[in-house]
């Protein structure tokens, strides 16, 4: 049971490139989310997505796109990177919310490291 | 809206030193209230959570943390601290009865433990 598991651990871009962040979990969750952490700000929610074929805009959303291939898989893209897009990118998942003996924490990815130049 | 305070950015204690990292809330209701730690280059792990009942929560490494809803506060809190502790603490609150489940995060607290 590997949990989160996000690809890449880390990558470089140049401004205007594109690329996607992989994200599966293997738990069985319905809802899956994307995070970027920047110094000093805590953990920003970009896009989430409730259930496969869902998916919702969060607090920055701004530049990146997402899909919900499948119940494990959740990707986020960005299709023209900006140097404001260097951060750290977490995926999380959790629960159901329908089941009796739901705990509502999300698990969390490793996370991938971004920096665009 | 919810909202998560973290008023402390930056603490430092001596090793075996008694810790507690404050977190103020806001929320209509009674939140879902969670810690995670993260250690440098880590992910987030889960020190505690808060549902319902009794308000003083146990964790893992020896974490403790206090619901005061009069307060609407989530304090973290461990009797001795050990070099290992050092990482960064994250508070997040959850909105109950919520099938989305979004969290909201404080903007963390580094924790430095002198030898």
């Known amino acids: 049971n590997a949990g989160v598991t996000q690809t890449p651990k880390f990558q470089v871009l140049k401004t205007g490139q594109s690329m996607t962040l992989q994200c599966a979990q293997d738990?069985?969750?319905?809802?899956m989310y994307w995070y970027r952490q920047d110094p000093g700000m805590g953990l920003r929610l970009i896009y989430y997505?409730?259930?496969?074929?869902?998916?919702d805009k969060g607090e920055v959303p701004n530049g990146y796109n997402v899909s919900r291939l499948n119940k494990r898989e959740f990707s986020l893209r960005l299709e023209s990177a900006a140097p404001s897009q260097t951060s750290v990118y977490f995926c999380?998942?959790?629960?159901?919310?329908?089941?009796?003996?739901?705990?509502?924490?999300?698990?969390f990815g490793p996370g991938t490291r971004l920096t665009v130049t | 809206a919810q909202s998560v305070t973290q008023p402390d950015i930056h603490i430092t204690v001596s090793e075996g030193a008694s810790l507690e990292l404050r977190c103020n809330y806001s929320?209509?209701?009674?939140?879902?209230l969670f810690w995670y730690v993260q250690s440098p280059g880590q992910g987030l792990q889960l020190l505690l959570k808060?549902?319902?009942?009794?308000?003083l929560v146990q964790g893992i490494k020896g974490f403790e943390a206090e619901f005061k809803r009069s307060q609407s506060s989530f304090n973290l809190r461990k009797p001795s601290v050990h070099w290992s502790d050092a990482a960064e603490y994250f508070c997040?609150?959850?909105?109950?009865?919520?099938?989305?489940?979004?969290?909201?995060f404080g903007r963390g607290t580094q924790l430095t433990v002198w030898p």
């Open positions: 999380a998942s959790r629960d159901p919310a329908d089941r009796r003996d739901v705990t509502y924490e999300q698990y």
């Open positions: 738990m069985n969750h319905n809802s």
């Open positions: 997505s409730a259930s496969e074929g869902t998916t």
């Open positions: 929320y209509g209701a009674t939140p879902y």
């Open positions: 808060y549902f319902s009942g009794d308000t």
């Open positions: 997040a609150v959850g909105a109950r009865g919520s099938t989305l489940g979004r969290l909201y």
